[in-house]
């Protein structure tokens, strides 16, 4: 079992920065990757960023060149950087960790609101 729990989000103007924190616990030494997905009202899930163990990362490309996501292992943190954000960013943000042993497996946070207005 892993667990994850997330911090960071808030209300933020337009252009403005904010950054996502997700510490994990638990079985920890099984996850493959972290990552982010976001999800506005009306809207489905979808991949925002993601992290392998080795460092390898993946973004949408709404979000390329504006977000950055890092990963301390010696704090079994995730984190999701965002810069230059926009109004359409603003959805509900849950962290994910990926297990690939003992068998496929997505763990999830509970969601942190970001919203970005004026």
């Known amino acids: 079992q892993v667990q994850l729990v997330e911090s960071g989000g808030g209300l933020v103007q337009p252009g403005g920065s904010l950054r996502l924190s997700c510490v994990a616990s638990?079985?920890?030494?099984?996850?493959?990757?972290m990552g982010w997905y976001r999800q506005a009202p009306g809207k489905q899930r979808e991949l925002v960023a993601t992290i392998t163990g080795g460092g390898s990362t993946k973004y949408a490309d709404a979000v390329k060149g504006r977000f950055a996501i890092s990963r301390d292992d010696a704090k079994n943190t995730a984190y999701l950087q965002m810069n230059s954000l926009k109004p359409e960013d603003t959805a509900v943000y849950y962290c994910?960790?990926?297990?690939?042993?003992?068998?496929?497996?997505?763990?999830w946070g509970q969601g942190t609101q970001v919203t970005v207005s004026s």
């Open positions: 994910n960790a990926f297990q690939v042993a003992p068998r496929p497996y997505d763990y």
């Open positions: 638990g079985s920890i030494d099984s996850i493959y990757s």
